[in-house]
């Protein structure tokens, strides 16, 4: 068996260093842990000419992820990256690619981030885990407990659409359905969770969902030939995959992957109802306020306030990349030309890349030798007013 080379987990705020065998969510600053490996030690170095061989899943990427041998896999991972030949004419570009993270377990990319949350939390003793959704977080959470034999309980804004629900019960969650946007739920949630023992699976509030979501940065350069975009387009919520992808590209860096300077630029995508990534970013601030009132159909974009602040920011400025909030009446027209164009139907976050990728290029952030990837990030199946809208 291909074991981990993980040695520790570390809080980026205060470097505080945690031992990764024992149950834990935050630093005992409050900031959120990421997982550290041993980049120096051989296994890595040259597991990139091993991989030929190896499954198809994130699980290939075994030496850098965490303990490999517990994971609770569903095959998550190693979804395709569509060339689009369409989107480069229409926009005058080198390149656009699709990664399509529809094709995962349970329709999007959160399996990803759950495989690895939920198989740690079962290995570390975890009797019951919880967390807020906007919708496809809470199934992933019940597809991987089903999996892994633990209880969940996700708590779940009432608004978000019923398929997200439905799905979720089928797994053997239990639902508790709160008003309100994530936040609150989140708050309902932590109300209880120390009474009830469960673990707390928030996002960015225990370290391994970014270690799922990095997998997605593995995966582009690997499916490119070890050659890196010069952008990546990603609809952003709580922003676990934009953090989780900076760090792969920074692992590939030091492992000699990938060309030193050589790393993407990152382009945050959100709705105007809800774009507190984008006012933080064009206003130069440290921390993001909490955006008032959040309204979209993208649910996984109304996302008031991300808890990794810091990180998410850091990641869209080191990367030399931005934000951008796309116009929501415009949402549903571009989920029917997404799918039109490429035959991959988006979820609205993934269409919301569509619109932000017409922006940045007329913006020149975005130039015509640029090769670009857009992530969709599920798909539009579980969104029936959006489809409807879209019709």
């Not at 629900?165 to 969770?193: C, T, Y």
């Not at 979501?213 to 030939?225: A, C, N, P, S």
């Not at 922003?239 to 590209?249: C, E, N, P, Q, R």
């Not at 139907?345 to 857009?374: F, K, N």
Request: glycine share 12%; hydrophobic share 40%; with cysteine.
């Amino acid at each position: 068996m291909i074991r981990s080379v993980l040695t520790h987990l570390e809080c980026p705020g205060c470097g505080q260093r945690h031992d990764p065998s024992m149950l834990r969510g935050l630093c005992e600053c409050g900031g959120p842990l990421l997982v550290r490996y041993d980049l120096t030690a051989k296994k890595p170095i040259e597991a990139r000419e091993r991989l030929k061989g190896r499954r198809g899943d994130m699980w290939r990427y075994a030496e850098l992820m965490p303990d490999p041998g517990f994971e609770i896999s569903l095959g998550e991972g190693w979804t395709p990256l569509i060339e689009t030949e369409n989107f480069a004419r229409r926009f005058g570009l080198a390149k656009v690619l699709v990664k399509d993270e529809s094709l995962n377990p349970t329709g999007s990319f959160k399996a990803r981030g759950l495989s690895a949350a939920v198989g740690m939390a079962r290995k570390l003793g975890a009797p019951g885990v919880s967390l807020p959704s906007a919708g496809n977080a809470g199934s992933a959470a019940a597809a991987y407990g089903a999996r892994a034999g633990i209880p969940v309980h996700v708590f779940l804004p009432r608004e978000t659409p019923r398929p997200f629900s439905l799905e979720a019960r089928g797994l053997g969650a239990v639902i508790h359905e709160v008003d309100g946007h994530i936040g609150d739920a989140g708050r309902a949630m932590r109300g209880i969770i120390a009474e009830k023992g469960w673990f707390d699976l928030s996002t960015c509030k225990e370290p391994y969902r970014v270690e799922g979501k990095k997998t997605m940065g593995y995966e582009i350069v690997e499916q490119l030939d070890w050659t890196t975009p010069d952008a990546i387009i990603y609809p952003c919520g709580g922003g676990t995959g934009l953090i989780g992808m900076w760090k792969a590209f920074q692992e590939m860096e030091s492992l000699g992957w990938i060309s030193t300077g050589r790393r993407p630029r990152l382009f945050a995508v959100q709705s105007d109802g809800c774009a507190p990534v984008v006012r933080a970013m064009e206003t130069g601030a440290a921390r993001i306020e909490p955006w008032e009132a959040p309204e979209t159909m993208a649910s996984g974009l109304r996302v008031p306030a991300p808890f990794a602040d810091r990180l998410l920011l850091e990641s869209l400025r080191e990367s030399g990349g931005g934000a951008v909030a796309v116009e929501e009446r415009r949402i549903p027209g571009a989920v029917r030309d997404y799918g039109s164009s490429t035959g991959v139907l988006p979820a609205p976050e993934g269409a919301a890349c569509l619109l932000a990728l017409e922006m940045l290029v007329d913006s020149g952030r975005i130039t015509r030798s640029d090769r670009v990837v857009l992530l969709n990030t599920g798909t539009c199946l579980k969104y029936p007013e959006a489809l409807q809208e879209a019709s």
